[in-house]
Structures are given as structure tokens and as C-alpha cells.
Nanobody, 127 residues
Framework: QVQLVESGGGLVQAGASLRLSCAAS????????MGWFRQAPGKEREFVAA????????WFADSAKGRFTITRDYAKNTLYLQMTSLKPEDTAVYYC????????????????????WGQGTQVTVSS
């Protein structure tokens, strides 16, 4: 059974930076891709960024391009999201997710193709 545990959320001011982490555990953990999604109050969950686990090919939502960076530490089975120039509209619960190893990494933005999800970490950006 795969478990994903996010950390690193918090309350920051607009313009600040924050790094989220997602630690994965489970026997033979080898996803095809991992991603970050977020859900703001009253809104649907939306794609933020994803990375192919082996090739490290990355995908970003338009809202994240140029401000967010997604990386992974293969040895530690850990996913990261470095967020800079944060805006109040980035306020949301951020979830990490992993695709099963036999799933295609692309399309990375489709949440229905992710098999495993973390519990989420709150990010609040004040103006």
C-alpha cells in the first residue's frame, strides 16, 4: 500500500516562497509520475504541476509556470514543489498524488489517472 504524506504548508505573505514536500512509502514504490493538485474553498481541485518519475519531464498549469518548480528525490521517494512569488489566489489545500507504475505519465493534468493521494497541506497567502 502506497502512502503519501505532504508537509511544508503554512501562512505566508504575498511575494513569499514556500516549499512543499511529499514523502512516499510503500513496497516497490515506482510511479510513472507524481503531481501536485490544489483545491481552494468553493472550487474544484485543479492541476498544478507534475513530473515523470524516471525521465523527470515536467508539466505545469499556466498559473504555476515561471513561479513553481517541481522536483523529486528518487532515492528518498520524495516529491517537492518550490513555490515563489506567491499570490493570495494560490491559497488552497495542496495535494500530492502518484500514478501507478503501469499508468502513462501523460496526460499529467488528469486527476482521475492518479491512483494514490495524500491528505493535503494548507497553504494560505495573505495580501
Amino acid at each position: 500500500q502506497v502512502q503519501l504524506v505532504e508537509s511544508g504548508g503554512g501562512l505566508v505573505q504575498a511575494g513569499a516562497s514556500l516549499r512543499l514536500s511529499c514523502a512516499a512509502s510503500g513496497r516497490s514504490f515506482s510511479p510513472s509520475a507524481m503531481g501536485w493538485f490544489r483545491q481552494a474553498p468553493g472550487k474544484e481541485r485543479e492541476f498544478v504541476a507534475a513530473i515523470a518519475w524516471i525521465s523527470e519531464l515536467t508539466w505545469f498549469a499556466d498559473s504555476a509556470k515561471g513561479r513553481f518548480t517541481i522536483t523529486r528525490d528518487y532515492a528518498k521517494n520524495t516529491l517537492y514543489l518550490q513555490m515563489t512569488s506567491l499570490k493570495p489566489e494560490d491559497t488552497a489545500v495542496y495535494y500530492c498524488a502518484a500514478k501507478a507504475g503501469n499508468q502513462r505519465a501523460h496526460p499529467a493534468s488528469n486527476s482521475e489517472t492518479y491512483a494514490y493521494w495524500g491528505q493535503g497541506t494548507q497553504v494560505t497567502v495573505s495580501s
